[in-house]
């Protein structure tokens, strides 16, 4: 109850800091016999991983991970997955300035308040590092949605005030290869490269700046999500929250449906020959009513904050209560979230993942 | 796991459904010696139930219930509270033409389609009904809460596309004298009485219209939320996403904040007086940094979908599939925000509560 | 966390006190369209409700119960169950002795420890009255069973020093007519006989007396039990002793097989031709290995203590620590395992639908 | 709910096969500030680890562990604790015997029917060498124990038929210094000694043997335990149960109590000057009353059965289900309990660590 795992039937748990010897999280409940592609595992850690371009931290992580356990000649055997992710370019001096001082809007002093000591350097638990972790335990969720044909993608919509053109989601190209052309991620070409220059101005300018990022799931089968509280856009909602600098969730219509008039909002069953012999012919729902998934493609944005280590001086207090200035030391990034598109995705994975298997319990 | 059980170490299950004899949530952690004010759990309750106004649904419930356990000589007892709130005014003939027709952006069909089978009566276990066993559980919470001195106050900031002027939020009356003063539960009476007008208008057009609550916890300690994932407005984020027609919820600056540089979003530390010897001077952090409270005042805000049985015919399908039409019946809210407010602060006094013993475990 | 609930999947919280209004239990995670027999349950009660035979304690209680939610045309909705148990017969007046007293080997001291606070009237939630709940549960999940064809048995197979002979456990009727057919539930009619002279005895005398309960779980397919903690024994362990008066738990070769050596001890495995395949010569591992069912039967034995309230003085301490003296009142049993089968064979079929529906989720 | 994770409050989850390159273990919810003293740590390894003497299996591995998170300057900071202990001696091909085949009593039939798939080496996940992460995390338990006054101390108390003569509990040399001048681990040196050879005799005739270990804990204060689930007994049980090869656990006056009069079993309440204000004349309620800690002596006994990897030609089926024969292969423990006292006191230790911290959560 410590805060650290996360899921039910596909749970993780995670461990470690920034500066220490390692991180990593064990996976308790991935079902047997699935085969465990470490590339596919590894770029998914690319992706989250620092220093990929000028517009992210240039500490160079070269998170590479082991497996320790629960996979025996390529498949999962329904035991424990142990991945570890040594830590590499740790520079603990960097952080000196903030072993007595506390750095604006971090958990520098939420961590003290709480526990009357903290690993100062890197932010300790706190840091973003810890993410990496996830990405690990999301892409074998990704592998098990996969085989099930589920698929999970995200992408930039928003950076600062700049916003993607609000494209028909089921028309977006989910084969990544357009979001990965450009160095924001976002699936819009144009978009990209307006979001990428103003990225690089506010890196110059010592300053940094928040994001949003939409992200969709095909595929899910209807009936995932457990009424009344492990509703699955709650369980969505706690997981994207629970990622560093999140600050807003909204699923389907989100807060401009709040606006709307129920004539217009309701979406309209309409027969589909498809599988599911149903759909619906808008989708504000996002893809679940009830809590419980119905088919249609599941829709939801996320909003993160600015980064809150900017290289400019700042005033504050140290640990006696005393003024003090701070500026930002370290290697961090200008805008969060074209590393967090794959953090998104894969607590995403984790949630439908662990959904999928408590389904199945009720399937007698 | 099955999903109706909420919090850790003051932890709630509800069952019940919308035309059952009774619905009703037991505690499990509440502790011991708390007195129990019965009064006060039933103005709680008053605050949610139907047939309050003009503005709400004309289903009359009385909401009285009775305590089953847990409780001796007006004082908890350490042991599981049980709460019963028996069903009264029901007219479950009011839903034949649900029964086998799927109502739009309802959870008639989701329901179906995972349990292969469902109470249709009033929405059986997904209609909003089950919120007045965890307002019932809230005011529990809220008693506990109260001695510890910390304050939960919300209030209707946005009906469709009104939206309540941004008052200081340390400002704010949370004495609920002038919010109780008019239907719609605003803390602003001009606003109100606009809001109020317009969800009339609505009502007689057999229209429904959505809203926003904004919430704030006051008073709260230093040190409740447990990283990485049981953050504290990651557990607020899944409560409020749990309750029925809510599509989003940001904390703090939420979906604004990302739009805003770090130069600028950055809550500077100074030197108070006061208990914790520290605050900020903005509080774009909402209260929580690093997923941890930080002693300032606790701000969120929770997006609500327009109701979704309105009183016009629309096309929906039948259990086979088949086309066929569907008109509201039942009685029903024109905008569910007014009743909502004691959800909401129901769930937030739960969080906080679990979160407050949670992190009294710490202290070795 | 507060130790009201039990099962993961088939999760039940029970509340309520021995002297309250009503006791009861809301099961969680009961697969839906799950047919719910109301006689049959009640017949489980029956077996368990005092007042049924000369060696019972004469509290007369129906234990008539009702559904209050989950169940809808007689067949489950995959919402929570709830059963209620009005209490009927309490003399609260009995228990003004054991008010600011506390009785020898009861939990009046213990619950005044941990909770400064106890509801003293029947010993309140630590009353075995609270059995009563589960005994319901577990007739649900005895009809989950029963569709699957797993068999639940126990019978008693001790009282004092008497001890059934070792029937051979593939040969034991259960039926459930010879063991129905005397007073004191065990499945040898002629130690039946000498059971019930000897409780007689000891009840004439003032006086109880412990015994032990043997349970069998047939048809119970391989792969039930999650290694490395909750393997199928720990679970069945950990239901057993939470059961009032249990001092005690074995499964197989329990206690007897660590004196065996290996080469005595090992079941071999032979072909079968039935539906597993393979079955063992021999059954010392009483069904499980490794934690996980082998298809074999299950087989384990509970040891009861004898009942604390006597009827005859004995001294004791009040709660400012003063001598003085203390005389059961009350109505009591003598021997508390004709009645315990009921609940020891709920909570093992409780155990096997958990570990049955969390088997479920790996066969993907 | 895998099955890897035990306890609420300090929660562990293991993980690691027999062969493969780690196993190892996270604590979540270590409160702050501990002292953590890894070469107590080492020492309680190094009384569970192989090879230490002529009667323990010739496994040689030096169970050297690492801290990889969780603690900063030698102290816990209330993030996870990470111990890894890598493998060193394994000699895989020593089992390639039992790829195909199934070995008696063993868990390679049911892994192999829950999960399809297994990793035979060693026995893979169902290897005891599991166990050495609990030994890890029940020493960081211990520490916190510790510096609460409560100490837990186990012995062997029987090998095969041998039985240790019933010392009073309370006049146990708990200093270690006597158990652990013996190999057997026993606290009585004669019957150590007649053990000893015992053992020796078995294992020259290539058999094994069963045994009993008791265990002790002293000092734990009243209140720990939570029921009616929650009973401090019940989770001690099934913390017991779920150590391989355990087929037994009876704590206080166990099987034996159950064959007792209550005029005989009740422990008398009676003053006491200490702490607690009270102590009982007799102790046959094993510390624990209604589930809960009273403040004496806790007392329980677990029964193992002899293990099942014996050095003589067996009978058994291979995975088609034909007859074949199968011998002993690897290095193996003639009789397991002297290597096992170190387990059962970490078990005991994490159970009340974890009590320890749930019952401080209600100190309002």
Redesign the interface.
């Known amino acids: ?6 899921g ?2 596909f ?1 993780i ?5 920034s500066h ?5 999280v ?1 996976i ?2 991935c ?4 085969a465990v592609d470490e590339a596919f595992i590894q770029g998914e850690l690319d992706k989250r991983k620092p220093g990929q371009s000028r517009i992210t931290t240039q500490r160079q992580e070269s998170d590479e991970f ?1 497996i ?3 996979v ?1 000649e390529g ?8 991945l570890l992710i040594p830590n590499a370019d740790q520079r603990s001096k960097d952080y000196d300035h903030n072993k007595d001082s ?1 750095r ?4 520098d ?3 003290q ?7 100062h350097r890197g932010g ?3 840091s973003a590092r ?1 993410t990496a972790a996830r990405v690990a335990a999301g892409a074998v969720a990704k592998l ?1 949605l996969k ?1 099930q044909g589920i698929e999970v993608f995200a992408h930039v919509s ?1 950076v ?2 700049l916003e993607a053109p609000e494209t028909d989601v089921t028309n977006i190209d989910t084969a990544t290869a357009i979001r990965e052309q450009n160095l924001v991620r976002c699936a819009d070409p144009e978009m990209a490269a307006t979001m990428t220059t103003y990225i690089d101005e ?1 890196r110059k300018a010592g ?6 990022i939409s992200c969709l799931v095909r595929n899910c089968p ?2 995932l ?7 699955l ?3 969505l ?2 997981a994207m ?2 990622i560093n600098a999140v ?9 401009k ?7 217009d ?7 589909s020959p498809g599988e ?3 759909k ?1 012919q808008t989708n ?3 893809g ?8 249609m493609d599941i829709t939801f944005k996320v ?8 290289m ?1 001086s ?4 140290d640990k006696s ?3 003090t200035e701070i500026k930002g030391k370290g290697r961090h990034d200008p805008c969060v979230v074209p590393r967090a598109v794959a953090i998104v995705e894969a607590m995403a994975a984790l949630v439908i993942a662990d959904h999928f ?8």
């Open positions: 109850m410590a805060g650290n795992s996360f039910q039937l749970r748990t995670t461990f470690g800091e220490g010897e390692a991180i990593g064990i308790d409940g079902p047997p016999r699935l082991r320790l356990s629960g025996f498949r999962s055997t329904g035991t424990p997955i142990m506390f604006p809007s971090h958990a002093y939420t961590y308040a709480k526990y009357g000591i903290r690993d300790g638990r706190s810890e098990l085989q928003g600062g005030s506010v300053d940094t700046v928040g994001g949003r209807p009936g999500g457990d009424p009344v509280f492990d509703k856009h709650a369980d909602g706690k929250l629970s600050h807003g969730f909204e699923y389907g219509s989100g807060f449906g709040s606006e709307m008039n129920g004539s909002h309701n979406d309209l069953f309409v027969p599911n012999g149903v619906t504000y729902s996002g679940i009513q009830g809590g419980i998934s119905n088919g909003a993160f904050k600015p980064v809150a280590t900017i400019q700042q005033p504050t207090i209560g005393n003024d298997l408590r389904n199945k319990t009720l399937s007698l």
